[in-house]
């Protein structure tokens, strides 16, 4: 069990751990390559790109991501995160605004697309689409490569976060 999860795990990150959340509206992954940004924004239409990474301008993938950005027309969005560190109430509304504003299609990334990238797409499903909370906290899962085990995994900050947030979101109403 522990070989497949492994495998799994690896599988994920070399294919780019790219996922839809939503059709036409926004799309996760890990960090992406220059082709791989030319590839979403041909096959997706990405016109934004929110960076969790933050700015970076001595790291290679950063000042490769602001030139192919740049060469492709592309807003590029920096917005610092940790996912051993749990993001504060006032963070996710500044996120969840910034989300809400950004010119659609999105494509929101991180290192490994798993962690803050998860936690991302749970703030945008719930407080801009109107996703239910329990739908939404999906995107904080193996499915993606987060693992959220508490005191074994670093990234369970994000987790924590996210059961934070929801006290203090306003409740989405169940579909009828």
């Not at 899962?141 to 005191?151: A, W, Y």
Request: overall charge negative; proline content about 5%.
């Amino acid at each position: 069990m522990g070989l497949v999860l492994a495998v799994y795990l690896v599988a994920i990150q070399l294919t780019g751990n790219f996922a839809t959340v939503l059709t036409g509206e926004l799309y996760r992954s890990n960090q992406p390559t220059p082709a791989q940004i030319t590839g979403y924004v041909a096959n997706y239409g990405i016109k934004t790109i929110v960076n969790l990474r933050g700015s970076k301008p001595n790291a290679t993938w950063y000042q490769e991501e602001v030139a192919t950005a740049r060469a492709l027309g592309l807003t590029l969005i920096d917005f610092d995160m940790s996912a051993n560190r749990e993001l504060s109430v006032d963070e996710a509304r500044q996120l969840a605004a910034l989300l809400r504003d950004a010119p659609k299609p999105l494509l929101i990334h991180c290192r490994s697309g798993s962690d803050r990238t998860g936690l991302a797409s749970a703030i945008y499903l719930n407080q801009v689409a109107n996703v239910d909370e329990e739908t939404a906290e999906w995107q904080l899962s193996l499915r993606f490569g987060h693992i959220g085990i508490p005191f074994v995994s670093p990234a369970y900050a994000m987790d924590e976060s996210w059961e934070r947030l929801e006290k203090s979101f306003a409740p989405v109403p169940e579909a009828s």
